[in-house]
Protein backbone atom coordinates (compact mmCIF):
# COMPACT_ATOMS: atom_id res chain seq x y z
CA UNK A 1 0.00 0.00 0.00
CA UNK A 2 3.00 2.11 0.85
CA UNK A 3 4.24 2.02 -2.54
CA UNK A 4 1.62 2.63 -4.33
CA UNK A 5 0.75 5.88 -2.24
CA UNK A 6 4.53 7.04 -3.67
CA UNK A 7 3.71 5.66 -6.99
CA UNK A 8 0.73 8.12 -6.87
CA UNK A 9 2.77 10.79 -5.74
CA UNK A 10 5.86 10.36 -7.78
CA UNK A 11 3.22 10.21 -10.73
CA UNK A 12 1.83 13.31 -9.74
CA UNK A 13 4.55 15.37 -9.71
CA UNK A 14 5.79 14.16 -12.85
CA UNK A 15 2.05 15.36 -14.53
CA UNK A 16 2.63 19.06 -12.73
CA UNK A 17 6.23 19.53 -13.88
CA UNK A 18 4.98 18.40 -17.21
CA UNK A 19 2.15 20.75 -17.34
CA UNK A 20 4.47 23.56 -15.43
CA UNK A 21 6.67 22.88 -19.03
CA UNK A 22 4.29 22.70 -21.31
CA UNK A 23 2.63 26.43 -20.21
CA UNK A 24 6.08 28.19 -20.47
CA UNK A 25 8.10 26.00 -22.81
CA UNK A 26 6.79 27.26 -27.09
CA UNK A 27 6.57 23.93 -29.80
CA UNK A 28 9.48 24.38 -32.21
CA UNK A 29 8.33 26.78 -34.70
CA UNK A 30 6.05 28.56 -32.65
CA UNK A 31 5.84 32.21 -30.61
CA UNK A 32 4.16 32.32 -27.63
CA UNK A 33 2.47 35.08 -25.70
CA UNK A 34 1.56 35.58 -21.82
CA UNK A 35 -1.20 38.21 -20.97
CA UNK A 36 -1.36 39.98 -17.36
CA UNK A 37 -4.36 41.98 -18.65
CA UNK A 38 -5.89 44.08 -15.54
CA UNK A 39 -8.22 47.43 -15.81
CA UNK A 40 -6.26 50.20 -13.72
CA UNK A 41 -7.51 50.59 -10.02
CA UNK A 42 -9.65 47.60 -9.94
CA UNK A 43 -8.19 44.43 -8.08
CA UNK A 44 -8.44 41.49 -9.58
CA UNK A 45 -11.77 39.35 -8.30
CA UNK A 46 -9.42 36.31 -8.39
CA UNK A 47 -5.73 36.56 -7.81
CA UNK A 48 -4.85 33.22 -9.77
CA UNK A 49 -6.60 35.16 -13.00
CA UNK A 50 -3.99 36.72 -15.05
CA UNK A 51 -6.52 38.89 -17.38
CA UNK A 52 -9.61 40.97 -15.65
CA UNK A 53 -12.70 38.75 -16.41
CA UNK A 54 -14.23 41.90 -17.64
CA UNK A 55 -11.72 42.97 -20.44
CA UNK A 56 -12.09 41.52 -24.20
CA UNK A 57 -9.03 41.02 -26.44
CA UNK A 58 -8.38 41.81 -30.24
CA UNK A 59 -4.86 40.64 -31.56
CA UNK A 60 -3.99 42.56 -34.89
CA UNK A 61 -1.48 41.46 -37.37
CA UNK A 62 0.79 44.46 -38.49
CA UNK A 63 -1.15 44.42 -42.11
CA UNK A 64 -4.23 45.82 -39.88
CA UNK A 65 -6.33 41.99 -40.20
CA UNK A 66 -7.51 40.33 -37.33
CA UNK A 67 -5.24 37.41 -36.08
CA UNK A 68 -7.81 36.57 -32.96
CA UNK A 69 -10.72 38.23 -31.24
CA UNK A 70 -11.69 37.25 -27.26
CA UNK A 71 -14.67 38.13 -25.85
CA UNK A 72 -14.69 39.33 -22.00
CA UNK A 73 -14.39 36.19 -19.94
CA UNK A 74 -12.90 34.18 -22.04
CA UNK A 75 -9.53 35.59 -23.12
CA UNK A 76 -7.03 32.59 -22.95
CA UNK A 77 -3.49 33.56 -21.26
CA UNK A 78 -1.74 31.50 -22.94
CA UNK A 79 -1.50 32.10 -26.98
CA UNK A 80 0.36 30.51 -29.56
CA UNK A 81 1.26 32.07 -32.47
CA UNK A 82 2.26 30.37 -35.96
CA UNK A 83 3.87 33.05 -37.22
CA UNK A 84 6.75 35.73 -36.21
CA UNK A 85 5.80 39.34 -36.41
CA UNK A 86 4.74 42.79 -35.02
CA UNK A 87 1.11 42.60 -33.73
CA UNK A 88 -1.32 45.19 -31.91
CA UNK A 89 -3.18 44.01 -28.90
CA UNK A 90 -6.15 45.91 -27.75
CA UNK A 91 -7.32 44.75 -24.28
CA UNK A 92 -10.80 47.13 -23.23
CA UNK A 93 -14.10 46.30 -21.73
CA UNK A 94 -17.27 45.77 -24.62
CA UNK A 95 -19.01 49.04 -23.27
CA UNK A 96 -17.07 51.20 -25.94
CA UNK A 97 -20.00 52.67 -27.68
CA UNK A 98 -23.33 52.35 -25.31
CA UNK A 99 -20.92 53.22 -21.73
CA UNK A 100 -23.17 56.51 -21.52
CA UNK A 101 -26.61 54.79 -21.76
CA UNK A 102 -26.70 52.64 -19.25
CA UNK A 103 -26.85 52.79 -15.25
CA UNK A 104 -30.30 54.87 -16.15
CA UNK A 105 -28.32 57.71 -18.52
CA UNK A 106 -25.25 57.93 -15.86
CA UNK A 107 -23.32 55.82 -17.42
CA UNK A 108 -20.17 53.57 -16.50
CA UNK A 109 -16.88 53.23 -16.03
CA UNK A 110 -15.01 52.38 -19.71
CA UNK A 111 -11.11 51.13 -20.25
CA UNK A 112 -9.36 50.77 -23.28
CA UNK A 113 -5.18 50.48 -24.05
CA UNK A 114 -3.13 49.06 -26.43
CA UNK A 115 0.36 48.18 -27.18
CA UNK A 116 2.41 46.83 -29.88
CA UNK A 117 4.85 43.24 -29.72
CA UNK A 118 7.03 41.42 -31.62
CA UNK A 119 6.49 37.82 -31.77
CA UNK A 120 9.68 35.56 -32.55
CA UNK A 121 9.56 32.02 -32.98
CA UNK A 122 10.75 29.38 -29.60
CA UNK A 123 10.39 32.09 -27.62
CA UNK A 124 7.69 33.53 -24.92
CA UNK A 125 7.00 37.13 -24.51
CA UNK A 126 4.79 38.00 -21.06
CA UNK A 127 2.53 41.07 -21.87
CA UNK A 128 1.41 43.13 -18.47
CA UNK A 129 -1.16 45.60 -19.56
CA UNK A 130 -2.91 47.92 -16.73
CA UNK A 131 -6.13 49.00 -19.10
CA UNK A 132 -6.54 52.57 -17.93
CA UNK A 133 -10.49 54.18 -17.91
CA UNK A 134 -11.19 56.35 -20.81
CA UNK A 135 -13.69 59.09 -19.24
CA UNK A 136 -14.24 60.07 -16.03
CA UNK A 137 -17.19 60.81 -13.05
CA UNK A 138 -18.99 63.23 -11.31
CA UNK A 139 -20.54 62.90 -8.17
CA UNK A 140 -22.37 64.98 -5.10
CA UNK A 141 -21.39 65.42 -1.16
CA UNK A 142 -23.55 67.29 0.47
CA UNK A 143 -22.77 69.17 4.13
CA UNK A 144 -23.95 67.18 7.00
CA UNK A 145 -27.40 68.72 8.19
CA UNK A 146 -28.74 69.92 4.61
CA UNK A 147 -31.60 67.40 4.69
CA UNK A 148 -32.63 68.05 7.61
CA UNK A 149 -32.88 71.88 6.32
CA UNK A 150 -33.58 71.13 2.91
CA UNK A 151 -35.73 68.19 1.89
CA UNK A 152 -35.77 69.17 -1.77
CA UNK A 153 -32.60 69.50 -3.54
CA UNK A 154 -31.89 69.06 -7.88
CA UNK A 155 -28.05 68.73 -8.73
CA UNK A 156 -27.84 69.10 -11.90
CA UNK A 157 -24.42 67.67 -14.25
CA UNK A 158 -24.45 68.51 -17.76
CA UNK A 159 -21.38 67.74 -20.75
CA UNK A 160 -21.96 67.54 -24.26
CA UNK A 161 -25.37 66.78 -25.03
CA UNK A 162 -26.61 65.08 -21.86
CA UNK A 163 -27.84 66.60 -18.60
CA UNK A 164 -28.36 64.12 -15.63
CA UNK A 165 -29.70 65.11 -11.71
CA UNK A 166 -27.23 63.11 -9.58
CA UNK A 167 -28.43 62.36 -5.63
CA UNK A 168 -25.98 62.44 -2.83
CA UNK A 169 -23.47 59.41 -3.56
CA UNK A 170 -24.21 59.08 -6.92
CA UNK A 171 -22.13 59.17 -9.71
CA UNK A 172 -22.10 60.21 -13.33
CA UNK A 173 -19.51 59.41 -16.43
CA UNK A 174 -18.39 61.69 -19.02
CA UNK A 175 -15.99 61.72 -22.02
CA UNK A 176 -13.06 63.78 -21.78
CA UNK A 177 -13.47 65.37 -25.32
CA UNK A 178 -16.69 66.98 -24.29
CA UNK A 179 -14.43 70.08 -22.61
CA UNK A 180 -15.40 69.54 -19.10
CA UNK A 181 -18.76 69.82 -17.43
CA UNK A 182 -21.19 72.26 -16.03
CA UNK A 183 -23.26 72.11 -12.73
CA UNK A 184 -25.78 73.41 -10.36
CA UNK A 185 -27.80 73.32 -7.30
CA UNK A 186 -31.03 74.01 -6.44
CA UNK A 187 -32.49 73.36 -2.74
CA UNK A 188 -35.98 74.47 -1.34
CA UNK A 189 -36.36 74.36 2.85
CA UNK A 190 -39.12 73.64 4.86
CA UNK A 191 -40.57 77.04 4.19
CA UNK A 192 -40.92 76.59 0.54
CA UNK A 193 -37.72 79.55 0.53
CA UNK A 194 -35.46 78.45 -2.85
CA UNK A 195 -31.73 78.63 -3.00
CA UNK A 196 -30.30 78.68 -6.17
CA UNK A 197 -26.43 78.19 -7.20
CA UNK A 198 -25.15 79.53 -10.17
CA UNK A 199 -24.02 77.39 -12.72
CA UNK A 200 -20.22 76.84 -12.73
CA UNK A 201 -17.91 75.27 -15.57
CA UNK A 202 -15.38 72.69 -14.51
CA UNK A 203 -13.03 72.24 -17.64
CA UNK A 204 -9.66 70.78 -16.26
CA UNK A 205 -10.75 67.23 -16.77
CA UNK A 206 -8.81 63.99 -16.92
CA UNK A 207 -9.93 60.73 -18.07
CA UNK A 208 -9.88 57.96 -15.01
CA UNK A 209 -10.70 60.85 -12.24
CA UNK A 210 -13.65 60.91 -9.84
CA UNK A 211 -14.37 64.57 -9.33
CA UNK A 212 -16.32 65.19 -6.15
CA UNK A 213 -18.09 68.35 -5.77
CA UNK A 214 -18.64 69.08 -2.28
CA UNK A 215 -21.12 71.33 -1.33
CA UNK A 216 -20.92 73.30 2.48
CA UNK A 217 -22.89 75.67 4.15
CA UNK A 218 -21.54 79.69 4.21
CA UNK A 219 -21.92 82.46 7.03
CA UNK A 220 -22.40 85.08 4.31
CA UNK A 221 -26.04 85.47 3.95
CA UNK A 222 -25.58 87.01 0.25
CA UNK A 223 -24.63 83.57 -0.80
CA UNK A 224 -27.87 81.93 -0.19
CA UNK A 225 -26.91 80.36 2.44
CA UNK A 226 -24.98 77.67 0.04
CA UNK A 227 -21.37 78.09 -0.82
CA UNK A 228 -19.44 75.93 -3.33
CA UNK A 229 -16.06 74.22 -2.90
CA UNK A 230 -14.91 71.22 -5.15
CA UNK A 231 -12.35 68.90 -3.87
CA UNK A 232 -8.85 67.64 -5.35
CA UNK A 233 -10.28 64.73 -7.65
CA UNK A 234 -8.99 61.25 -6.94
CA UNK A 235 -8.78 58.06 -8.91
CA UNK A 236 -11.90 56.30 -8.62
CA UNK A 237 -11.46 53.00 -7.15
CA UNK A 238 -14.03 50.21 -8.02
CA UNK A 239 -16.13 49.66 -11.46
CA UNK A 240 -18.80 48.39 -9.47
CA UNK A 241 -18.31 51.01 -6.30
CA UNK A 242 -21.59 53.46 -6.35
CA UNK A 243 -23.17 52.38 -9.15
Known amino acids: MKRLYLYIIICTIVNLTACQQEQLSPTAGEAVLELDLQRMGCPSAAVTRAV ?22 QVERKIVFEEEGTYRVVAYTDN ?8 YGKGRPCYKADTTIVMEYDMVKRLQMRVPMTNYAV ?15 TFTVASG ?21 IYKLSATNFDGDSHTSSEIRYTNVQPGKLYNIHYRFSN ?19 INVGI
Not at 52 to 73: C, K, M, P, T, W
Not at 142 to 152: A, C, I, M, S
Not at 221 to 234: A, F, P, Q, R
Open 220 to 238: DSNKGGIEIVIEDETQTDD
Open 161 to 181: DRSIDLREGDKAYFSPKDAGF
Open 139 to 153: TLTLPDGFHDLFPTY
Open 96 to 103: QENWPLVN
Open 52 to 73: DEDLAVDIFRQDGSLFVHYNAG
